[in-house]
């Protein structure tokens, strides 16, 4: 019998780095003294909250984006996400003489709805706890000829996130673990295919908030398992099941999961800020989170933390971390 192929692969994920070249941002690697000394490990933060959109999600659009034919890019191109994807799919259609129409929820954050409204997007809204953002997308990518990429069940989009980890390697050599955060799958599958293709040792430590733990839930059960949409202030990873086409990547190569509650990601964002001098949004805070808060057990020498993003407004996050202890 033979086997399936993977959707992605690393060699799809050096075509990816050949496009991205001159268009997406080569993020900064940072080093902290403190964060070392606070964790017991040398500790290499990949920051994709300097890329383009303030977030690793315009790797995946663009690169998804710019295979498309002259043809559909002229009808334009359909997404849904609660933000950085929806600004990533936003940007790459105007950077490509595209357009795009956005499915986003209607308690997405200010912030993200006005960014992606900024770069040309049309925003269709829709109630997150009641409705089916991808029945809508699909839908309306049906009744206006739109090619629809998704936020991560798609290969070229694994392929594209999957270049943060290329990246982060290229400069630090072999790391001992890496850790990234989980929401529908796409960032981790990308960067687990790259990080294990080029050093099988590392270790690939996915991370979630408490409240969403469909992915660690779906690996242990060996299926994916549905939960309720979740209550998080992790708004990118408020999902409620993994992807079709990540979770098998996943399940292959993702070697454990460790959970963060809402309070470790508001002062892992508090320790972003003071220590680092960096703002991170609480999804991209998750895997320092759990650094931080000692939840990955047995801790390597040499560790790699995809950052993922920064899209968070000042109003929201002095309301997450102006006050310690609370």
């Not at 809204?125 to 990429?149: F, M, P, Q």
């Not at 295919?193 to 059960?221: C, F, M, N, Q, W």
Request: proline content about 6%.
């Amino acid at each position: 019998m033979t086997a399936t192929p993977p959707p992605v692969t690393l060699d799809d994920i050096r075509s990816a780095a050949d496009r991205l070249k001159g268009v997406a941002h080569r993020t900064p690697v940072l080093r902290s003294r403190t964060l070392d000394a606070r964790v017991g490990a040398e500790v290499f933060l990949k920051c994709e909250n300097f890329q383009r959109v303030g977030a690793f999600k315009f790797r995946g659009a663009y690169n998804a984006a710019s295979r498309l034919t002259p043809e559909q890019l002229a009808r334009g191109i359909a997404a849904y996400s609660s933000g950085n994807h929806a600004q990533a799919v936003a940007l790459a259609a105007r950077e490509l003489g595209s357009t795009a129409v956005i499915v986003m929820p209607e308690d997405a954050p200010p912030a993200k709805r006005a960014a992606t409204a900024g770069y040309g997007a049309e925003i269709v809204s829709y109630d997150r706890y009641t409705g089916d953002r991808v029945a809508i997308a699909e839908a309306l990518a049906a009744e206006r000829g739109l090619a629809l990429i998704p936020p991560y069940d798609h290969p070229h989009v694994m392929a594209g996130q999957g270049t943060a980890a290329l990246e982060l390697l290229e400069e630090t050599g072999g790391l001992d673990a890496l850790l990234v955060p989980v929401g529908g799958g796409g960032l981790i599958a990308g960067c687990a295919t790259a990080a294990k293709g080029l050093h099988p040792g590392v270790r690939i430590v996915g991370v979630e908030p408490e409240a969403g733990d469909d992915t660690k839930r779906s690996l242990e059960a060996g299926r994916r398992v549905e939960i309720p949409v979740p209550r998080t202030i992790a708004d990118g990873q408020a999902l409620h099941i993994p992807g079709e086409l990540t979770f098998p990547v996943n399940q292959r190569l993702v070697d454990g999961i460790s959970l963060v509650t809402d309070d470790e990601i508001r002062d892992a964002m508090r320790f972003a800020f003071e220590h680092l001098k960096i703002v991170v949004e609480p999804s991209g805070a998750t895997p320092l989170a759990a650094l931080l808060s000692g939840r990955v057990a047995g801790l390597p020498r040499r560790v790699g933390v995809i950052v993922s993003g920064g899209n968070v407004d000042a109003a929201r996050f002095a309301e997450l971390c102006g006050t310690a202890g609370e």
